[in-house]
Every structure is written in structure tokens, then in C-alpha cells.
């Protein structure tokens, strides 16, 4: 899974240099013990805990670039 490589590549990082990022020991708690939905539901969310944790966030090279660029499209278009 792209996002557990993703935490745990950039975890034993962190470790080897001898700091760990808060953020990505936030999102291993995450990953660890919650459901799917309430995952999708955090990473969507407008709130301070959800724009602290998508700095940090694991789930880069989850999608295309492809997906990407339709996406940034579709929310460009759509009314504010």
C-alpha cells in the first residue's frame, strides 16, 4: 500500500536522523486504528487538525497524475 510505504519510508527517515515528525506519528495512529470512511472523512474535513495532518500527509503518489489534474480541474470550474 502506497501510504504505508510512504509513512514508514519517511518514519525510519525521521528516526535515523533522530527526530520524529508529530504529524506522521499522528497519521500511523490514524491509519492504525480507524476506518476507511472516517480516514476519507479526515482528510476532507475543514478544520485546524485536518490542515495540520495534510502537511504531513501520506497519501502522496496515491493518485495519477492524470487524477490530479482532472480533479484541480473539476474544483477550478465549480462554483465557490
Known amino acids: 500500500m502506497i501510504v504505508c510505504d510512504n509513512l514508514n519510508r519517511w518514519l525510519d527517515q ?3 536522523m533522530g527526530v520524529v515528525s508529530r504529524g506522521l ?18 482528510i476532507c474535513e475543514e478544520s485546524e487538525t485536518a490542515d495540520r495532518l495534510r502537511h504531513a500527509t501520506p497519501f502522496c503518489g496515491v493518485l495519477t497524475e492524470d487524477e490530479r489534474n482532472s480533479i484541480f480541474r473539476e474544483y477550478a ?3 465557490t
Request: charged residues 40%.
Open 25 to 42: 506519528l499522528e497519521w500511523k495512529e490514524i491509519l492504525e486504528s480507524h476506518k476507511v470512511e472516517e480516514i476519507l472523512d479526515l
Open 14 to 16: 525521521d528516526r535515523s
Open 77 to 79: 470550474s465549480s462554483p
